[in-house]
Protein backbone atom coordinates (compact mmCIF):
# COMPACT_ATOMS: atom_id res chain seq x y z
CA UNK A 1 0.00 0.00 0.00
CA UNK A 2 2.71 2.14 1.28
CA UNK A 3 4.52 1.90 -2.61
CA UNK A 4 1.10 2.69 -4.79
CA UNK A 5 0.96 6.03 -2.24
CA UNK A 6 4.70 6.75 -2.79
CA UNK A 7 4.42 6.53 -6.27
CA UNK A 8 0.94 8.52 -6.84
CA UNK A 9 1.72 11.17 -4.33
CA UNK A 10 5.43 11.11 -4.22
CA UNK A 11 5.35 14.95 -2.85
CA UNK A 12 3.15 14.23 -0.15
CA UNK A 13 4.31 10.66 0.79
CA UNK A 14 7.85 12.76 1.23
CA UNK A 15 6.29 15.21 3.24
CA UNK A 16 4.58 12.71 5.58
CA UNK A 17 7.59 11.21 6.66
CA UNK A 18 9.63 14.47 6.96
CA UNK A 19 6.60 15.76 9.35
CA UNK A 20 7.11 12.53 11.80
CA UNK A 21 10.68 13.66 11.95
CA UNK A 22 12.10 10.62 10.06
CA UNK A 23 13.18 9.53 6.73
CA UNK A 24 11.77 7.11 4.02
CA UNK A 25 15.07 4.37 5.12
CA UNK A 26 14.38 4.63 8.85
CA UNK A 27 17.17 7.22 9.65
CA UNK A 28 16.72 10.74 11.67
CA UNK A 29 17.59 13.86 9.68
CA UNK A 30 21.38 14.27 10.80
CA UNK A 31 22.41 10.31 10.74
CA UNK A 32 24.65 9.37 7.96
CA UNK A 33 24.85 5.94 6.50
CA UNK A 34 26.87 3.24 7.71
CA UNK A 35 30.46 3.61 5.91
CA UNK A 36 32.43 0.54 4.96
CA UNK A 37 36.22 0.75 3.64
CA UNK A 38 38.86 -1.41 1.97
CA UNK A 39 41.90 -0.65 1.01
CA UNK A 40 44.47 -2.00 -1.89
CA UNK A 41 41.56 -4.59 -3.18
CA UNK A 42 42.88 -3.89 -7.01
CA UNK A 43 46.50 -5.43 -7.12
CA UNK A 44 46.99 -4.36 -10.57
CA UNK A 45 46.96 -0.58 -9.78
CA UNK A 46 49.56 1.02 -7.43
CA UNK A 47 46.80 1.83 -4.89
CA UNK A 48 43.06 1.32 -4.84
CA UNK A 49 40.55 1.97 -2.62
CA UNK A 50 36.42 0.46 -2.42
CA UNK A 51 34.45 2.77 -0.25
CA UNK A 52 30.64 1.87 0.43
CA UNK A 53 28.36 4.70 1.56
CA UNK A 54 24.99 2.96 2.40
CA UNK A 55 24.45 1.83 -1.22
CA UNK A 56 26.47 4.18 -2.89
CA UNK A 57 29.92 2.75 -4.18
CA UNK A 58 33.00 3.88 -5.79
CA UNK A 59 36.04 2.59 -6.50
CA UNK A 60 39.20 4.03 -6.48
CA UNK A 61 42.27 3.45 -8.30
CA UNK A 62 45.47 5.17 -8.75
CA UNK A 63 47.97 4.89 -11.77
CA UNK A 64 51.35 5.97 -11.96
CA UNK A 65 53.18 7.57 -15.17
CA UNK A 66 56.49 9.60 -15.72
CA UNK A 67 56.22 12.79 -17.51
CA UNK A 68 58.11 15.49 -18.24
CA UNK A 69 56.64 18.85 -15.99
CA UNK A 70 55.27 21.45 -18.02
CA UNK A 71 57.71 24.73 -18.67
CA UNK A 72 55.96 26.69 -16.73
CA UNK A 73 56.06 25.22 -13.85
CA UNK A 74 59.08 23.19 -13.84
CA UNK A 75 58.99 21.99 -10.63
CA UNK A 76 55.48 20.86 -9.81
CA UNK A 77 53.75 17.05 -10.49
CA UNK A 78 50.98 16.17 -11.91
CA UNK A 79 47.54 15.12 -10.21
CA UNK A 80 44.58 13.98 -12.35
CA UNK A 81 41.18 13.20 -11.17
CA UNK A 82 38.65 11.29 -13.15
CA UNK A 83 35.08 10.63 -11.94
CA UNK A 84 33.45 8.01 -14.14
CA UNK A 85 29.61 7.35 -14.21
CA UNK A 86 28.71 4.45 -15.80
CA UNK A 87 25.23 3.58 -17.41
CA UNK A 88 25.09 0.37 -14.77
CA UNK A 89 25.61 2.89 -11.75
CA UNK A 90 21.71 4.39 -12.67
CA UNK A 91 19.16 4.31 -14.73
CA UNK A 92 19.60 7.71 -15.51
CA UNK A 93 23.46 7.72 -17.17
CA UNK A 94 23.46 6.38 -21.16
CA UNK A 95 26.68 4.71 -22.46
CA UNK A 96 29.22 7.43 -24.34
CA UNK A 97 31.26 10.10 -23.65
CA UNK A 98 30.98 11.39 -19.87
CA UNK A 99 27.56 13.30 -19.31
CA UNK A 100 27.58 17.00 -18.22
CA UNK A 101 26.66 15.67 -14.26
CA UNK A 102 29.78 13.57 -14.13
CA UNK A 103 31.81 16.35 -15.33
CA UNK A 104 30.63 18.88 -12.44
CA UNK A 105 31.01 16.03 -9.90
CA UNK A 106 34.84 15.38 -11.40
CA UNK A 107 35.53 19.06 -10.98
CA UNK A 108 34.07 19.25 -7.50
CA UNK A 109 36.25 16.06 -5.90
CA UNK A 110 39.27 18.16 -8.25
CA UNK A 111 38.86 21.31 -6.91
CA UNK A 112 38.56 19.96 -3.13
CA UNK A 113 41.46 17.92 -3.48
CA UNK A 114 43.22 20.95 -4.76
CA UNK A 115 42.15 23.60 -2.49
CA UNK A 116 42.54 21.19 0.75
CA UNK A 117 46.22 21.21 -0.03
CA UNK A 118 46.59 17.68 1.35
CA UNK A 119 49.11 17.17 -1.45
CA UNK A 120 51.89 19.20 -2.35
CA UNK A 121 52.56 18.84 -6.02
CA UNK A 122 56.27 19.44 -5.74
CA UNK A 123 56.52 16.46 -3.76
CA UNK A 124 55.65 14.74 -7.05
CA UNK A 125 58.40 16.26 -8.95
CA UNK A 126 61.64 14.24 -9.21
CA UNK A 127 64.30 16.25 -11.07
CA UNK A 128 63.07 19.72 -11.71
CA UNK A 129 62.11 20.65 -15.54
CA UNK A 130 63.10 17.31 -16.66
CA UNK A 131 60.82 14.48 -14.79
CA UNK A 132 57.97 14.55 -12.19
CA UNK A 133 55.47 11.60 -11.47
CA UNK A 134 51.77 11.88 -12.76
CA UNK A 135 49.09 10.40 -10.83
CA UNK A 136 45.61 9.40 -12.41
CA UNK A 137 43.07 8.59 -10.13
CA UNK A 138 40.54 6.88 -11.29
CA UNK A 139 36.96 7.12 -9.89
CA UNK A 140 34.27 4.63 -10.79
CA UNK A 141 30.97 4.69 -9.42
CA UNK A 142 28.89 1.05 -9.48
CA UNK A 143 26.13 2.61 -7.50
CA UNK A 144 24.97 5.79 -7.11
CA UNK A 145 22.57 6.10 -4.26
CA UNK A 146 23.34 9.81 -3.75
CA UNK A 147 25.90 11.82 -1.68
CA UNK A 148 28.52 10.82 -4.50
CA UNK A 149 31.42 13.48 -3.88
CA UNK A 150 31.34 12.23 0.19
CA UNK A 151 32.08 8.63 -1.30
CA UNK A 152 34.52 9.82 -3.83
CA UNK A 153 36.69 11.91 -1.53
CA UNK A 154 37.11 9.25 1.06
CA UNK A 155 37.91 6.25 -1.83
CA UNK A 156 40.33 8.52 -3.10
CA UNK A 157 42.17 9.61 0.22
CA UNK A 158 41.99 5.86 1.45
CA UNK A 159 43.75 5.57 -1.63
CA UNK A 160 46.71 8.21 -1.35
CA UNK A 161 47.02 6.97 2.33
CA UNK A 162 48.20 3.72 0.89
CA UNK A 163 50.46 5.00 -2.44
CA UNK A 164 53.92 4.05 -2.37
CA UNK A 165 56.25 6.03 -4.87
CA UNK A 166 58.93 4.19 -6.07
CA UNK A 167 62.08 5.85 -6.24
CA UNK A 168 63.52 6.55 -9.39
CA UNK A 169 67.17 7.83 -10.15
CA UNK A 170 67.95 9.68 -12.88
CA UNK A 171 71.30 10.72 -14.83
CA UNK A 172 71.43 13.62 -15.69
CA UNK A 173 73.80 13.10 -18.10
CA UNK A 174 72.66 10.15 -20.11
CA UNK A 175 69.32 10.82 -19.14
CA UNK A 176 68.76 7.56 -18.61
CA UNK A 177 65.66 6.84 -16.18
CA UNK A 178 65.54 3.62 -13.76
CA UNK A 179 62.91 2.52 -11.42
CA UNK A 180 63.32 0.66 -8.43
CA UNK A 181 59.92 -1.07 -7.65
CA UNK A 182 61.19 -2.54 -4.34
CA UNK A 183 62.55 1.25 -3.11
CA UNK A 184 59.25 2.49 -1.87
CA UNK A 185 58.37 5.54 -0.05
CA UNK A 186 55.12 7.07 0.94
CA UNK A 187 53.52 9.68 -0.56
CA UNK A 188 53.10 12.86 2.11
CA UNK A 189 49.38 13.52 2.89
CA UNK A 190 48.96 16.97 4.69
CA UNK A 191 46.26 16.30 6.85
CA UNK A 192 42.81 14.14 5.87
CA UNK A 193 40.20 16.26 3.92
CA UNK A 194 36.11 14.94 4.61
CA UNK A 195 33.44 16.25 2.18
CA UNK A 196 29.69 15.97 3.68
CA UNK A 197 26.69 16.68 1.89
CA UNK A 198 23.55 17.74 2.89
CA UNK A 199 20.22 17.78 0.88
CA UNK A 200 18.11 20.98 1.28
CA UNK A 201 14.50 20.49 1.87
CA UNK A 202 11.68 23.11 1.98
CA UNK A 203 9.08 21.62 4.02
CA UNK A 204 5.42 24.13 4.40
CA UNK A 205 7.66 27.00 2.34
CA UNK A 206 8.72 27.77 5.73
CA UNK A 207 10.56 25.21 7.70
CA UNK A 208 14.39 24.23 5.79
CA UNK A 209 15.22 20.61 6.87
CA UNK A 210 18.58 19.49 6.62
CA UNK A 211 19.06 16.18 5.48
CA UNK A 212 22.33 14.67 5.91
CA UNK A 213 24.04 12.19 3.57
CA UNK A 214 21.07 11.88 1.23
CA UNK A 215 20.07 9.38 -0.55
CA UNK A 216 19.02 9.31 -4.30
CA UNK A 217 15.89 9.80 -4.25
CA UNK A 218 16.00 11.92 -1.28
CA UNK A 219 18.13 14.03 -3.57
CA UNK A 220 15.73 14.24 -6.47
CA UNK A 221 12.55 14.79 -3.85
CA UNK A 222 15.02 18.32 -2.78
CA UNK A 223 15.35 19.74 -6.08
CA UNK A 224 17.43 17.43 -7.76
CA UNK A 225 21.42 15.80 -8.01
CA UNK A 226 23.30 18.66 -8.40
CA UNK A 227 21.40 21.06 -5.41
CA UNK A 228 23.28 19.48 -3.00
CA UNK A 229 24.77 21.41 0.10
CA UNK A 230 28.63 20.05 0.39
CA UNK A 231 30.94 20.97 3.26
CA UNK A 232 34.21 20.03 2.91
CA UNK A 233 36.66 20.01 5.88
CA UNK A 234 40.76 19.91 6.02
CA UNK A 235 42.26 19.89 9.25
CA UNK A 236 40.01 22.10 10.99
CA UNK A 237 39.80 24.26 8.17
CA UNK A 238 37.17 24.41 6.05
CA UNK A 239 38.51 23.67 1.73
CA UNK A 240 34.99 24.32 -0.22
CA UNK A 241 31.41 25.41 0.55
CA UNK A 242 29.32 24.24 -2.81
CA UNK A 243 25.37 24.93 -2.96
CA UNK A 244 24.11 24.91 -6.36
CA UNK A 245 20.47 26.34 -6.29
CA UNK A 246 17.97 23.72 -4.53
CA UNK A 247 16.11 25.05 -1.09
CA UNK A 248 17.62 28.38 0.54
CA UNK A 249 19.19 28.40 3.57
CA UNK A 250 18.86 30.72 6.77
CA UNK A 251 21.87 31.78 8.88
CA UNK A 252 20.83 29.32 11.27
CA UNK A 253 20.14 26.31 9.01
CA UNK A 254 23.81 27.20 7.79
CA UNK A 255 25.47 27.17 11.59
CA UNK A 256 24.02 23.84 11.79
CA UNK A 257 25.00 22.25 8.07
CA UNK A 258 28.92 23.54 9.47
CA UNK A 259 28.65 21.57 13.10
CA UNK A 260 27.11 18.04 12.33
CA UNK A 261 29.77 18.52 8.80
CA UNK A 262 32.71 18.95 11.55
CA UNK A 263 30.81 15.69 13.92
CA UNK A 264 30.55 13.96 10.27
CA UNK A 265 34.61 14.62 9.36
CA UNK A 266 35.96 13.13 13.16
CA UNK A 267 33.53 10.05 12.42
CA UNK A 268 34.77 9.83 8.64
CA UNK A 269 38.46 10.17 9.75
CA UNK A 270 38.05 7.45 12.38
CA UNK A 271 36.32 4.85 10.00
CA UNK A 272 39.53 5.77 7.66
CA UNK A 273 42.46 4.93 9.71
CA UNK A 274 40.88 2.09 11.60
CA UNK A 275 40.80 0.91 7.89
CA UNK A 276 44.35 2.23 7.80
CA UNK A 277 45.33 0.18 10.90
CA UNK A 278 44.05 -2.76 10.36
CA UNK A 279 45.67 -3.47 7.29
CA UNK A 280 48.63 -2.32 8.54
CA UNK A 281 48.42 -5.13 11.14
CA UNK A 282 47.37 -8.07 8.70
CA UNK A 283 50.83 -7.50 6.86
CA UNK B 1 32.69 39.29 14.35
CA UNK B 2 29.37 40.29 13.09
CA UNK B 3 27.96 42.76 15.38
CA UNK B 4 31.04 45.20 15.77
CA UNK B 5 31.03 45.09 11.84
CA UNK B 6 28.20 47.97 10.98
CA UNK B 7 30.85 50.40 12.34
CA UNK B 8 34.13 49.38 10.11
CA UNK B 9 32.70 48.53 7.45
CA UNK B 10 30.71 50.77 4.50
CA UNK B 11 29.55 48.33 2.11
CA UNK B 12 31.05 49.61 -1.35
CA UNK B 13 30.96 47.54 -4.53
CA UNK B 14 32.52 48.10 -7.58
CA UNK B 15 30.58 50.58 -10.03
CA UNK B 16 28.15 48.66 -11.86
CA UNK B 17 27.01 49.69 -15.47
CA UNK B 18 24.23 47.59 -17.16
CA UNK B 19 22.67 48.05 -21.08
CA UNK B 20 19.34 46.24 -21.60
CA UNK B 21 18.88 44.92 -25.48
CA UNK B 22 22.39 45.21 -26.30
CA UNK B 23 21.68 42.16 -28.49
CA UNK B 24 18.73 43.34 -31.16
CA UNK B 25 17.44 39.37 -32.33
CA UNK B 26 17.49 37.66 -28.81
CA UNK B 27 14.16 37.68 -26.36
CA UNK B 28 16.29 39.30 -23.75
CA UNK B 29 19.85 40.34 -23.40
CA UNK B 30 21.89 42.39 -21.00
CA UNK B 31 25.64 43.56 -20.83
CA UNK B 32 26.96 44.54 -17.42
CA UNK B 33 30.20 45.34 -15.91
CA UNK B 34 31.45 45.67 -12.03
CA UNK B 35 34.44 47.57 -12.05
CA UNK B 36 36.49 45.73 -15.19
CA UNK B 37 35.03 42.55 -15.80
CA UNK B 38 32.14 42.29 -18.05
CA UNK B 39 29.74 39.87 -18.87
CA UNK B 40 27.20 39.64 -21.83
CA UNK B 41 23.88 37.25 -21.81
CA UNK B 42 21.43 36.64 -24.07
CA UNK B 43 18.29 34.65 -23.09
CA UNK B 44 15.97 33.17 -25.72
CA UNK B 45 12.49 31.36 -24.45
CA UNK B 46 10.54 29.62 -24.00
CA UNK B 47 10.80 28.02 -27.19
CA UNK B 48 10.75 24.61 -28.93
CA UNK B 49 13.14 21.82 -27.68
CA UNK B 50 13.99 18.40 -29.06
CA UNK B 51 11.80 15.85 -27.69
CA UNK B 52 14.14 14.09 -25.55
CA UNK B 53 15.08 17.13 -23.62
CA UNK B 54 11.31 18.20 -23.00
CA UNK B 55 10.29 17.75 -19.61
CA UNK B 56 6.32 17.58 -18.90
CA UNK B 57 6.38 18.88 -15.46
CA UNK B 58 8.46 22.13 -16.49
CA UNK B 59 10.37 23.91 -18.54
CA UNK B 60 14.12 22.76 -19.44
CA UNK B 61 16.70 25.46 -18.50
CA UNK B 62 19.79 25.10 -21.04
CA UNK B 63 23.13 27.13 -20.25
CA UNK B 64 26.00 27.89 -22.72
CA UNK B 65 29.01 29.34 -20.97
CA UNK B 66 31.91 30.25 -23.70
CA UNK B 67 34.87 31.91 -22.53
CA UNK B 68 37.67 34.34 -24.19
CA UNK B 69 39.36 31.56 -26.18
CA UNK B 70 36.33 29.51 -27.18
CA UNK B 71 37.43 26.29 -26.23
CA UNK B 72 35.50 23.60 -24.71
CA UNK B 73 36.79 22.44 -21.37
CA UNK B 74 35.41 20.73 -17.92
CA UNK B 75 35.54 23.98 -16.15
CA UNK B 76 32.80 25.88 -18.63
CA UNK B 77 30.20 22.98 -18.03
CA UNK B 78 30.94 23.28 -14.06
CA UNK B 79 29.89 27.14 -14.36
CA UNK B 80 27.05 26.40 -17.03
CA UNK B 81 26.31 24.16 -13.88
CA UNK B 82 26.12 26.69 -11.57
CA UNK B 83 23.94 28.97 -13.77
CA UNK B 84 21.75 26.91 -14.58
CA UNK B 85 21.15 25.50 -10.61
CA UNK B 86 20.66 29.31 -9.43
CA UNK B 87 18.71 30.02 -12.20
CA UNK B 88 16.17 26.98 -11.74
CA UNK B 89 15.59 27.84 -8.01
CA UNK B 90 14.31 31.43 -9.52
CA UNK B 91 12.18 30.97 -12.75
CA UNK B 92 9.16 29.64 -12.30
CA UNK B 93 9.77 26.81 -15.09
CA UNK B 94 6.24 25.25 -13.95
CA UNK B 95 4.66 28.17 -16.38
CA UNK B 96 5.74 27.12 -19.54
CA UNK B 97 5.99 22.64 -19.47
CA UNK B 98 7.59 21.36 -22.52
CA UNK B 99 9.66 24.21 -23.79
CA UNK B 100 13.31 25.16 -23.28
CA UNK B 101 15.29 28.57 -22.38
CA UNK B 102 18.41 29.13 -23.25
CA UNK B 103 21.19 30.94 -21.40
CA UNK B 104 23.57 31.88 -23.50
CA UNK B 105 26.57 33.76 -21.76
CA UNK B 106 29.67 35.29 -23.35
CA UNK B 107 32.78 36.51 -20.78
CA UNK B 108 34.23 39.71 -22.17
CA UNK B 109 36.73 40.64 -19.68
CA UNK B 110 37.81 38.93 -16.42
CA UNK B 111 38.81 41.18 -14.02
CA UNK B 112 37.89 38.93 -11.02
CA UNK B 113 34.46 38.05 -9.52
CA UNK B 114 33.51 36.88 -12.94
CA UNK B 115 30.73 34.10 -11.97
CA UNK B 116 29.03 36.87 -10.03
CA UNK B 117 29.33 39.35 -12.54
CA UNK B 118 27.88 36.76 -15.19
CA UNK B 119 25.16 35.56 -12.50
CA UNK B 120 23.88 39.17 -11.99
CA UNK B 121 23.85 39.80 -15.72
CA UNK B 122 21.90 36.70 -15.59
CA UNK B 123 19.25 37.29 -13.84
CA UNK B 124 19.20 41.05 -15.22
CA UNK B 125 18.95 39.30 -18.98
CA UNK B 126 15.93 37.70 -17.62
CA UNK B 127 14.05 40.52 -16.22
CA UNK B 128 14.76 42.12 -20.08
CA UNK B 129 13.27 38.34 -22.21
CA UNK B 130 10.23 38.44 -19.49
CA UNK B 131 10.45 35.06 -18.47
CA UNK B 132 8.06 34.64 -14.88
CA UNK B 133 10.22 34.55 -11.83
CA UNK B 134 9.81 33.21 -8.20
CA UNK B 135 12.53 36.20 -7.51
CA UNK B 136 15.38 38.07 -8.64
CA UNK B 137 18.40 37.14 -6.84
CA UNK B 138 21.93 38.92 -6.99
CA UNK B 139 26.07 37.60 -6.25
CA UNK B 140 28.46 39.14 -4.48
CA UNK B 141 31.80 38.18 -4.22
CA UNK B 142 34.31 38.26 -1.41
CA UNK B 143 38.18 37.29 -0.86
CA UNK B 144 40.43 35.81 2.29
CA UNK B 145 43.47 37.93 1.87
CA UNK B 146 46.60 36.26 3.90
CA UNK B 147 46.22 38.15 7.05
CA UNK B 148 42.82 36.47 7.15
CA UNK B 149 40.87 40.13 7.04
CA UNK B 150 37.32 39.78 4.50
CA UNK B 151 37.39 41.59 1.24
CA UNK B 152 34.30 42.37 -0.39
CA UNK B 153 33.95 42.41 -3.95
CA UNK B 154 37.62 42.31 -4.37
CA UNK B 155 39.82 44.29 -7.26
CA UNK B 156 42.13 42.06 -9.61
CA UNK B 157 44.98 43.14 -7.30
CA UNK B 158 43.67 42.26 -3.52
CA UNK B 159 42.83 38.78 -5.49
CA UNK B 160 46.57 38.19 -6.32
CA UNK B 161 47.52 38.37 -2.88
CA UNK B 162 44.31 36.12 -1.39
CA UNK B 163 43.97 33.05 -0.06
CA UNK B 164 40.60 31.93 -0.77
CA UNK B 165 37.80 33.66 -2.61
CA UNK B 166 33.72 32.81 -1.90
CA UNK B 167 30.63 33.52 -3.79
CA UNK B 168 27.48 33.94 -2.25
CA UNK B 169 23.76 34.06 -4.25
CA UNK B 170 20.97 35.37 -2.21
CA UNK B 171 17.25 35.71 -3.38
CA UNK B 172 15.29 38.90 -2.95
CA UNK B 173 12.68 38.37 -0.27
CA UNK B 174 14.36 37.40 2.54
CA UNK B 175 17.97 37.04 1.42
CA UNK B 176 18.11 33.53 2.01
CA UNK B 177 21.63 31.79 0.41
CA UNK B 178 20.80 30.58 -2.99
CA UNK B 179 23.81 29.25 -4.23
CA UNK B 180 27.56 29.54 -2.70
CA UNK B 181 30.90 28.10 -4.21
CA UNK B 182 34.41 28.91 -2.98
CA UNK B 183 37.68 28.82 -3.51
CA UNK B 184 41.19 28.04 -1.39
CA UNK B 185 40.91 27.38 2.56
CA UNK B 186 39.28 29.50 5.30
CA UNK B 187 38.30 29.50 8.71
CA UNK B 188 34.48 28.82 10.08
CA UNK B 189 34.88 32.95 11.24
CA UNK B 190 35.99 34.06 7.69
CA UNK B 191 33.11 32.30 6.37
CA UNK B 192 30.58 33.69 8.87
CA UNK B 193 31.94 37.35 7.90
CA UNK B 194 32.09 36.93 4.25
CA UNK B 195 28.64 35.70 4.36
CA UNK B 196 27.36 38.49 6.39
CA UNK B 197 28.73 40.90 4.92
CA UNK B 198 27.61 40.04 1.40
CA UNK B 199 24.09 39.38 2.98
CA UNK B 200 24.05 43.14 4.22
CA UNK B 201 25.88 44.03 0.23
CA UNK B 202 23.31 42.37 -1.71
CA UNK B 203 20.79 45.33 -1.15
CA UNK B 204 22.85 47.21 -3.49
CA UNK B 205 22.36 44.77 -6.41
CA UNK B 206 19.07 44.63 -5.89
CA UNK B 207 18.78 48.58 -5.72
CA UNK B 208 20.51 48.60 -8.52
CA UNK B 209 18.20 45.83 -10.42
CA UNK B 210 15.58 48.62 -9.13
CA UNK B 211 17.22 51.94 -10.88
CA UNK B 212 17.59 50.14 -13.86
CA UNK B 213 14.24 48.53 -14.06
CA UNK B 214 13.05 52.24 -13.99
CA UNK B 215 14.77 53.35 -16.75
CA UNK B 216 14.28 50.98 -19.28
CA UNK B 217 10.49 50.07 -18.07
CA UNK B 218 8.72 53.24 -16.81
CA UNK B 219 5.59 51.43 -17.07
CA UNK B 220 6.59 48.32 -13.72
CA UNK B 221 9.69 50.55 -12.59
Not at chain 1, 17 to 36: A, M, V
Not at chain 1, 179 to 197: C, D, F, M, Q, Y
Not at chain 1, 262 to 283: D, F, P, R, S, Y
Amino acid sequence: MSEVYKLIHPVKHFNDYISIKTRLDGRNFDEHRNIKLNVNSIKTADASAVVKCGNTTVVCGIKLELAVPKAEEPDLGFLITNVELPALCSSKYRPGPPSDYAQVINNIVSEIIKNSKCIDLKDLCIVPDKLAWVVYCDMVCIDHDGSLVDACIIALIASFKTLLLPSVNYDTETEEIKVETNERINLKIHGLPVATSFAVYEHFQSQIILLTDPTNYEEEMCGGNGSNLIISYNKGLLCGIQKLGGGSLSTENNEEAIRLAEQHTIAVEKVINACLEGKGTNK
Amino acid sequence: MVTDMKDVQDFKLKPMKCEFNFLSKSDGSAILSQGDTVSLVSVNGPLDIKMTSQRIDKSTLEVLFSNKNGKPSVENRYKENIVKQTCEAAILGSLYPRTGINVTIQELEDYGGFLACTLNCTCLALLNSGVSMRNVFAAVSCAVDNQGNVILDPTHAQLQTSTATMTFVFDSRDKSLITCFTDGCFSQDAYREALERSRSASDLVFAFYRDIIRKYCNVIG
